[in-house]
């Protein structure tokens, strides 16, 4: 079954970090650009960060770029998302996307609160 499980979700205190993992079964990711998305209540789904088939390009938003590191690791077909000096506006659903596609996981919730 093609599928993307992420994990790593939960409750973080402002200023905190959380790695996220997206687990794919059913075809490789050494194959596929992959990406993270989020949406927060009452707002549009946004892309947070980006990675190539190769690993060798990632891109990001510009809110998170410098807190936020995307990397994937072939041989365990998981792609991750470290978040880091997390600020209650990180306050979201992420989802690991199969990029182009239309592969979604089914989220997972992080919410930034003191």
């Known amino acids: 079954q093609v599928q993307l499980v992420e994990s790593g979700g939960g409750l973080v205190q402002p200023g905190g970090s959380r790695g996220l993992s997206c687990t794919a079964s059913?075809?490789?990711?050494?194959?596929?650009?992959m990406s993270w998305w989020r949406q927060a209540p009452g707002k549009e789904r946004e892309l947070v960060a980006a990675?190539?088939?190769?690993?060798?390009?990632?891109n990001y938003a510009a809110n998170v770029k410098g807190r936020f590191t995307i990397s994937k690791d072939n041989s365990a077909n998981t792609v991750y998302l470290q978040m880091n000096n997390l600020n209650p506006e990180d306050t979201a659903v992420y989802y690991c996307?199969?990029?182009?596609?239309?592969?979604w996981g089914q989220g997972t919730q992080v919410t930034v609160s003191s």
């Open positions: 996307t199969r990029t182009g596609t239309g592969l």
């Open positions: 059913g075809f490789s990711i050494r194959s596929f650009a």
């Open positions: 990675i190539s088939s190769s690993g060798s390009m990632v």
